[in-house]
């Protein structure tokens, strides 16, 4: 398996423009995560899925992130309107398992201007 | 809220040293302590499992302790190499179902030769 594929690596945007992150999860895994990283605040969970049903959302930070799992081998995460405190790293990683056994992507740097 | 907290942030030792990296979470009802690594640009990979009825897990130079009840847990670094520099995140499973994994903010290690 290629393993929590994530696209795009990088992605440099305007203020107020719309991004779409992307996540293609280990094929079997019934979690799928969606986490951000900053310097300032560390691995935040943003939500997580368990057969691609969303459970906890509460990490979303506000109305402009959504976040959907149409099928079992693919998720989006996306910004509208995206706004320069969105810079950051997002990781996406999948699981068997709530609370273990996690499979991180490479991650999506993302840098609003 | 469980809250995980890293001490020290940073860290530099000269190759050869050993070395213990610190964590600390608010609420002892945990389900697991993972310890993970992160390289620059990467995602995480995950080195040490410990469930909540273990005291410890070895891994190679890798030794993993958790004492839940007074909500520490340490990874001690035998031998240090320069290829042991990176970021380390513990992290922590908790008892409720449905709960996702929560970070703390790291320590970068940086190994001289």
């Known amino acids: 398996d290629a393993g929590v594929i994530q696209s795009p690596r990088h992605e440099v945007t305007e203020m107020g423009q719309e991004v779409t992150l992307r996540c293609k999860p280990i094929?079997?895994?019934?979690?799928l995560f969606w986490y951000r990283q900053t310097m300032m605040r560390g691995l935040e969970l943003l939500i997580y899925f368990n057969n691609n049903v969303p459970i906890d959302d509460s990490g979303m930070p506000e109305d402009r992130f959504s976040a959907k799992m149409p099928n079992a081998s693919f998720s989006t995460l996306k910004i509208q309107p995206s706004e320069p405190r969105d810079s950051a790293v997002y990781f996406c990683?999948?699981?068997?398992?709530?609370?273990?056994?996690?499979?991180f992507g490479s991650g999506t740097r993302l840098t609003v201007v | 809220k469980q809250e995980v907290t890293q001490i020290p942030a940073a860290l530099s030792v000269p190759e050869g040293e050993n070395l213990v990296l610190n964590c600390s979470f608010t609420d002892s009802a945990i389900y697991n302590l993972q310890w993970f690594r992160q390289d620059p640009g990467k995602g995480l990979t995950s080195l040490l499992l410990i469930q909540s009825s273990q005291r410890e897990q070895t891994s190679g130079r890798l030794n993993a302790s958790l004492d839940k009840s007074s909500g520490r847990s340490t990874l001690y670094i035998a031998a240090s190499q320069p290829g042991d520099s990176a970021t380390y995140l513990c992290a922590v499973g908790a008892n409720q179902a449905g709960t996702a994994l929560i970070f703390g903010k790291g320590t970068t290690l940086s190994v001289s030769s």
């Open positions: 990683a999948s699981s068997l398992h709530v609370n273990y056994g996690y499979t």
């Open positions: 094929s079997g895994h019934d979690y």
